[in-house]
């Protein structure tokens, strides 16, 4: 957690302050500049970063702070999320279901350099091969996201190998309106109850196919949060048909026989010692 005191003036200005920034835990201190406010305290950008080296993320967090921004401890107190590029983090997938802006570190940067906050539509992160790969727009995605929600009336169910792991999934699905099951569903509710799986779980959704689930791969969840649509059919997993055989008694009632007799068993395991 961070504390804040006024040290004293800028000989420069007397309307700049000098901010020594100390953390609870007794940590280093470090001093910055701290701007006359140019938005109202209450709307003062609450900051989520991502995909930053640390080192340049400290430099980003003191110029933040000098603009008067904070950074957010939770999503939910998320007003920019600030990223480099489009990226798959959860920082990022959860915020496109609940965040209204994104904007590069440039946002930051150049704001500093103005000494005041620059509009974020001039920054909005972007990355061509994804975009180009599942055919969106950051902003598109956006204004979905503000228009509904993703998964609003769903109820997901993971199976145990699916990653990442329940935790994360968790976030996101539910930033994105969505209900997490512990438990296996009965039926599939009209369609409403999705189950998300992966290869090596495969051999335990034959059950759900008899009860006419379907199945999908968690990137419809992790591309669906990004793009905010559910692309069903790229994502479905192809359950292979299991192979029974249904033999009758009457069928096996002939090797019955021939093992109950001492000699024709005797050569049936001959037989089958030469064939291996």
């Known amino acids: ?121 001039n920054y909005v992160p972007t990355e061509k091969n994804i975009e180009t790969t599942l055919g969106f727009r950051l902003l598109g995605s956006l204004k979905r996201a503000k228009e509904r929600k993703l998964l609003h009336g769903y109820r997901i169910y993971f199976t145990p190998g699916v990653e990442p792991n329940f935790a994360t999934l968790s976030l996101i699905v539910e930033g994105a309106g969505g209900r997490m099951l512990r438990m296996e569903p009965e039926s599939p509710s009209n369609n409403h109850c999705l189950i998300i799986s992966c290869e090596k779980d495969l051999p335990m959704c034959a059950k759900y196919k008899s009860k006419n689930f379907s199945i999908y791969s968690v990137d419809l969840i992790l591309c669906g949060a990004l793009t905010q649509d559910l692309d069903f059919d790229r994502f479905k997993l192809e359950i292979p048909a299991a192979v029974t055989y249904s033999i009758s008694y009457d069928s096996l009632q002939p090797l019955l026989l021939l093992q109950s007799h001492p000699l024709l068993r005797s050569r049936l395991l001959r037989l089958s010692a030469q064939m291996d």
């Open 1 to 121: 957690m961070l504390k804040q005191k006024q040290v004293s003036d800028d000989p420069s200005s007397s309307c700049f302050k000098k901010i020594r920034q100390t953390t609870a835990e007794g940590g280093q201190n470090k001093e910055y500049i701290l701007f006359p406010p140019s938005r109202p305290i209450d709307q003062m950008p609450r900051v989520v970063f991502t995909g930053f080296e640390p080192e340049v993320l400290e430099k980003l967090k003191v110029k933040l702070f000098s603009l008067g921004g904070k950074m957010a401890t939770t999503m939910s107190q998320c007003t920019h999320v600030c990223a480099p590029k489009i990226l798959r983090t959860v920082k990022f997938l959860v915020g496109v279901c609940t965040v209204d802006q994104f904007v590069t570190e440039k946002w930051i940067e150049d704001s500093f350099e103005k000494r005041w906050w620059q509009k974020e539509i």
